[in-house]
Structure formats: structure tokens, C-alpha cells
């Protein structure tokens, strides 16, 4: 089936063409670095405290670039004068880089104006936007600062990310892109600056908020965490039966089960308060500690959603959500802050209502999910019993998985294109698998299907996918 791009959140204007953008409040004590063209709203600054926050980073950089080798060379005069002077340095240029940079919307662009010698303007168009995060460091907490990152389709990494903003400018430029990205052709949205008297936007109807006990519990039942113990009272035994303790034995020790309780804090540190509103037609989710996150979702944008249950979780009949985004950046290389999460943990019946939300109709315990052959059991001997595949009303839906039991739901409105593929052991069994991929996702496969129900699978989906993007 040839791919095909989700619908745009509303049509542009023609190529050529100009539209005006209303005026915008400028942020209090940030002037425009200067006026533009005529009919166009004046560009804004940021925060005038952002050069602040950005030199405070970077004289944790270069602290840690110097070392204490350093230190223990040049004598601690010299190393206060060299740490000075470097972030003295960084400060310029971060409020160089401030004084030139400037934002404001055009039409349906987001247009972002930065660089001193080589000037550089950004442009994002607004029809192309999946997502906006308001984002806030510890740094940004303690200032009443925000980061404003919008998501776009086709995006390798997050698009023009404004860094930093008062809190409330933040708010409402982010209700202002999202107005502008899903607004019909030639309709104008003011913002609330112009309509004092008009009524402020709903607060969003809640859907669930994970409790913390819970989320503390749920990365104890990781195997880092379950198998941690027994890690240590190992290495206790080894010094113990060595008659060593020497410093730096001991300080390695600590070191790799740092490493490896790391990624559980990070995860409890990053979903802490987790909290999931419905806004109208889309989703709203804040969580975060140390880094606050408020990420909004428009829903005609969910290309997959994906159900995990991890062994130990199983105990306590827990799961956790996560959905797809056309253009999401893939975020950290460990999972961290990826913008994905739906529901970091719950039970069933919670899952149920956060997926009917997503995708109406959809329950998660009436999915048909068909077993492939018993002749896969000789590719897939061990979780052959876990493989199904099957269609639903609207969805398609693949379960896989042995220790960790996975559910992949996709619409068939966000199919791009349908793919059977054989290797050569699949070839001798006559077993194929069907690949159903989505816009810049990886879809969902059902694995070692039959190849006569492969082919019938495939052409079913292709169907149903042409049926679904002609409906909407």
C-alpha cells in the first residue's frame, strides 16, 4: 500500500501568500529586538534572565571540564581566577546570543531569529506541529522560568526550542501555537491580551494521576533494583573472603551500582506527580520533580499505543502505556524524558479508560488476538503461546513478548504502508510476517503467520486503512 501522510491540522495559506499574524504582548522588561516587516507583529525576546540560566550551566561545564587535577596543579587562586574568567566569558555570550534572538508567529510560522555574525531564521510551519512541552529544570523552577519545545512531523530532534520564558508567556504561547496549528484556513485567533472580558480556556477534565507510592514501588520491581541485593552481598563476600578494602575496590564498587540503580531513579524522578487531563481533543500531561514537564498531545495525532507488562509488574497486575507521535524526536538513549508516556503504571480497568479516551470503542480486553500455527512453535519455541494478531472494529492489534508481554493497538487510519516479508526459515515453514508501519513509528507486526493468511492479512489491512483515511 503506498504511504500516505496523516491529514495536517489545517491548510496553510498558498505559496506566496502573506497572512498577517496578530499582535502578541511582548514578555514584561523584554523588548523587541526591533520591528518587521509592515503588518507583521514585532518580534519578542526572551526571558531577560535567560543569559542568567544559561552561564549558570555552563560554569557547571566548564568546573567540571577543569577537573581537580587542575586544581591540584595551579594552586586554587589560579583555578578560582581560570573558572571566572571562563564563565565570565560564557555569560557574554550567552547575553550576546539573548540580545539576538527573537521570536514571533507569521501566518501559520513560527518564526525563530538568532546568531550575531551569521544570522539564522527558523521557520516552522504550524500545520506540521505534534506537540508543545512546557518544560522546567530545577534552574528554571527556582527563577519562575519555562522552556517552550514544539514537536513537528519529520522532525529529527525538537524544533526551536525557546529557552527561557516567564511561566505565564510560556502558557499562552503554547495555547496560541496550538490555536494557530489547528484553526481553519483565514480564521484569525487574537490573543487573550485583546479579549480581557472573553472567558479563560478550561482547565482540562482529569483522567487519572499515578500515585507516588506506586511509582516508587514499580521501579523497586525492576530486575536493577530485585537483583541489586544479591549484587552487593556478592561483592561483600569477594572483599570479605580477599581481606581487601582498599579505596579504590571500593569506590568502583559504588560506582557500577550507581550505574545501575540509575535508571530507575531517573525514571521515578522523571514521572514523579505524573498527572493526565483531557483538553477538548487532546491530551495534557504533566510529571516531573527535579525537571517539571507539561506536554500536550493533540489526539488525530496518536499513530500507536503501546501496553507493557513487565514480569515482576505482573504480580501486582500492573502495565504501563505509552503512545506514538508522528515527528517525535527519539529523545534520550536511555527512554529518559521521551514524550511518550501515557500511563507509567496502573492496573487494567485504569488502562481501559485512558485507551477508550484515545481511541473510543477500543477495549483492551476485547481485542481478537488469533495464535499463529503450531509449526512457529520451531522458530519461537518458548513464546509461540504468547504470539497473536487480529482485527478489530478500527484497530489493528499484535501481542508478543515472553517475560515482558507487549500489545501493540494501531489504528487503521494511521497504516502508512503494509509489508509481508519472509526469512529463508520462514520460507521452509511457510510462515510469513506482516508488518503494519505508521508515520515515523514502528507500527506493529504480527510475527509467523501462515503465508496464505499472511497475504489475506495484508490485503484485509490495506483495505480497511484506505476505508479509514476515506471516512475521516
Request: zero cysteines; charged letters at 20%.
Given at each position: 500500500?503506498?504511504g500516505?501522510?496523516?491529514?495536517?491540522?489545517?491548510?496553510?495559506?498558498?505559496?506566496?501568500?502573506?497572512?498577517?499574524?496578530?499582535?502578541y504582548?511582548?514578555?514584561?522588561?523584554?523588548?523587541?529586538?526591533?520591528?518587521?516587516?509592515?503588518?507583521?507583529?514585532?518580534?519578542?525576546?526572551?526571558?531577560?534572565?535567560?543569559?542568567?540560566?544559561?552561564?549558570?550551566k555552563?560554569?557547571?561545564?566548564?568546573?567540571?571540564?577543569?577537573?581537580?587535577?587542575?586544581?591540584?596543579?595551579?594552586?586554587?587562586?589560579v583555578?578560582?581566577?581560570?573558572?571566572?574568567a571562563?564563565?565570565?566569558?560564557?555569560?557574554?555570550?550567552?547575553?550576546v546570543?539573548?540580545?539576538?534572538?527573537?521570536?514571533?508567529?507569521?501566518?501559520?510560522?513560527l518564526?525563530?531569529?538568532?546568531?550575531?555574525?551569521?544570522?539564522?531564521?527558523?521557520?516552522?510551519?504550524?500545520?506540521r506541529?505534534?506537540?508543545?512541552?512546557?518544560?522546567?529544570?530545577?534552574?528554571?523552577?527556582?527563577?519562575?522560568?519555562?522552556?517552550?519545545?514544539?514537536?513537528?512531523?519529520?522532525?529529527?530532534?525538537?524544533?526551536?526550542?525557546l529557552?527561557?520564558?516567564?511561566?505565564?508567556?510560556?502558557?499562552?504561547?503554547?495555547?496560541?501555537?496550538l490555536?494557530?496549528?489547528?484553526?481553519?484556513?483565514?480564521?484569525?485567533?487574537?490573543?487573550?491580551a485583546?479579549?480581557?472580558?472573553?472567558?479563560?480556556?478550561?482547565?482540562?477534565?482529569?483522567?487519572?494521576?499515578?500515585?507516588?507510592?506506586d511509582?516508587?514501588?514499580?521501579?523497586?520491581?525492576?530486575?536493577?533494583?530485585f537483583?541489586?541485593?544479591?549484587?552487593?552481598?556478592?561483592v561483600?563476600?569477594?572483599f570479605?573472603?580477599?581481606?581487601?578494602?582498599?579505596?579504590?575496590a571500593?569506590?568502583?564498587?559504588?560506582?557500577a551500582?550507581?550505574?545501575?540503580i540509575?535508571?530507575?531513579?531517573?525514571?521515578v524522578?522523571?514521572?514523579?506527580?505524573?498527572?493526565?487531563?483531557?483538553?477538548?481533543?487532546?491530551?495534557?500531561?504533566?510529571?516531573?520533580?527535579?525537571?517539571?514537564?507539561v506536554?500536550?498531545?493533540?489526539?488525530d495525532?496518536?499513530q500507536?499505543?503501546?501496553?507493557?507488562?513487565?514480569?515482576?509488574?505482573?504480580?501486582?497486575?500492573?502495565?504501563?502505556?505509552?503512545?506514538?507521535?508522528?515527528?517525535?524526536?527519539?529523545?534520550?538513549?536511555?527512554?529518559?524524558?521521551?514524550?511518550?508516556?501515557?500511563?507509567?503504571?496502573?492496573?487494567?480497568?485504569?488502562?481501559?479508560?485512558?485507551?477508550a479516551?484515545?481511541?473510543?470503542?477500543?477495549?483492551?480486553?476485547?481485542?481478537?488476538?488469533?495464535?499463529p500455527?503450531?509449526?512457529a512453535?520451531?522458530?519461537?519455541p518458548?513464546?509461540?503461546?504468547?504470539?497473536?494478531?487480529?482485527?478489530?472494529?478500527?484497530?489493528?492489534?499484535?501481542?508478543?513478548g515472553?517475560?515482558?508481554?507487549?500489545?501493540?493497538?494501531?489504528?487503521?487510519?494511521?497504516?502508512?504502508?503494509?509489508?509481508?516479508?519472509?526469512?529463508?526459515a520462514?520460507r521452509?515453514?511457510?510462515?510469513?510476517?506482516?508488518h503494519?508501519?505508521?508515520?515515523?513509528?514502528?507500527?506493529?507486526?504480527?510475527?509467523?503467520?501462515?503465508?496464505?493468511?499472511?497475504?489475506?492479512l495484508?490485503?484485509?489491512?490495506?483495505?480497511?486503512?484506505?476505508?479509514?483515511?476515506?471516512?475521516?
Amino acid at each position: 500500500m503506498p504511504g500516505r501522510s496523516p491529514g495536517p491540522l489545517g491548510d496553510g495559506p498558498p505559496p506566496g501568500d502573506h497572512v498577517p499574524g496578530p499582535a502578541y504582548a511582548p514578555t514584561p522588561g523584554a523588548p523587541a529586538p526591533g520591528p518587521g516587516p509592515a503588518g507583521e507583529e514585532p518580534r519578542q525576546r526572551l526571558h531577560p534572565l535567560s543569559p542568567v540560566l544559561h552561564g549558570a550551566k555552563s560554569l557547571v561545564v566548564v568546573i567540571a571540564g577543569l577537573s581537580w587535577s587542575t586544581l591540584s596543579r595551579v594552586g586554587f587562586g589560579v583555578f578560582a581566577a581560570l573558572v571566572a574568567a571562563l564563565a565570565l566569558g560564557a555569560t557574554v555570550l550567552a547575553v550576546v546570543s539573548w540580545w539576538n534572538t527573537g521570536y514571533h508567529i507569521v501566518g501559520r510560522e513560527l518564526r525563530v531569529h538568532e546568531g550575531l555574525l551569521w544570522r539564522r531564521t527558523r521557520a516552522i510551519p504550524l500545520e506540521r506541529l505534534q506537540a508543545v512541552e512546557v518544560v522546567r529544570p530545577l534552574l528554571a523552577q527556582l527563577t519562575g522560568l519555562a522552556e517552550l519545545r514544539l514537536e513537528v512531523v519529520g522532525g529529527g530532534k525538537t524544533e526551536a526550542p525557546l529557552a527561557y520564558l516567564g511561566v505565564a508567556d510560556a502558557e499562552a504561547l503554547r495555547q496560541r501555537l496550538l490555536a494557530v496549528a489547528g484553526r481553519a484556513p483565514g480564521r484569525e485567533v487574537a490573543p487573550a491580551a485583546e479579549h480581557p472580558g472573553a472567558a479563560p480556556e478550561p482547565a482540562g477534565r482529569p483522567l487519572h494521576a499515578v500515585r507516588n507510592t506506586d511509582l516508587l514501588v514499580s521501579q523497586l520491581l525492576t530486575p536493577q533494583a530485585f537483583l541489586l541485593p544479591f549484587g552487593l552481598v556478592f561483592v561483600v563476600a569477594q572483599f570479605l573472603s580477599a581481606g581487601s578494602w582498599s579505596f579504590i575496590a571500593v569506590a568502583s564498587t559504588l560506582t557500577a551500582m550507581a550505574g545501575v540503580i540509575l535508571q530507575p531513579v531517573r525514571r521515578v524522578l522523571d514521572d514523579w506527580s505524573f498527572r493526565l487531563d483531557r483538553e477538548d481533543d487532546r491530551l495534557r500531561v504533566r510529571n516531573g520533580l527535579l525537571e517539571t514537564r507539561v506536554q500536550t498531545v493533540p489526539l488525530d495525532r496518536v499513530q500507536t499505543i503501546g501496553v507493557t507488562w513487565p514480569l515482576l509488574w505482573r504480580l501486582k497486575g500492573w502495565l504501563r502505556l505509552r503512545l506514538e507521535v508522528a515527528g517525535y524526536s527519539g529523545g534520550e538513549p536511555d527512554d529518559r524524558n521521551r514524550p511518550d508516556r501515557l500511563l507509567p503504571v496502573g492496573d487494567l480497568r485504569i488502562a481501559e479508560e485512558i485507551v477508550a479516551e484515545v481511541l473510543p470503542g477500543v477495549r483492551l480486553t476485547g481485542l481478537p488476538l488469533a495464535p499463529p500455527p503450531a509449526r512457529a512453535r520451531w522458530l519461537r519455541p518458548l513464546s509461540v503461546r504468547v504470539l497473536g494478531a487480529g482485527l478489530g472494529e478500527r484497530v489493528f492489534a499484535v501481542r508478543s513478548g515472553l517475560l515482558t508481554r507487549q500489545l501493540a493497538i494501531v489504528p487503521y487510519a494511521r497504516i502508512q504502508s503494509v509489508r509481508v516479508v519472509q526469512g529463508p526459515a520462514q520460507r521452509r515453514l511457510g510462515l510469513a510476517t506482516v508488518h503494519a508501519d505508521t508515520a515515523g513509528g514502528s507500527g506493529a507486526a504480527a510475527h509467523d503467520r501462515d503465508l496464505g493468511e499472511a497475504w489475506a492479512l495484508a490485503a484485509e489491512l490495506t483495505a480497511r486503512a484506505h476505508a479509514a483515511r476515506r471516512a475521516r
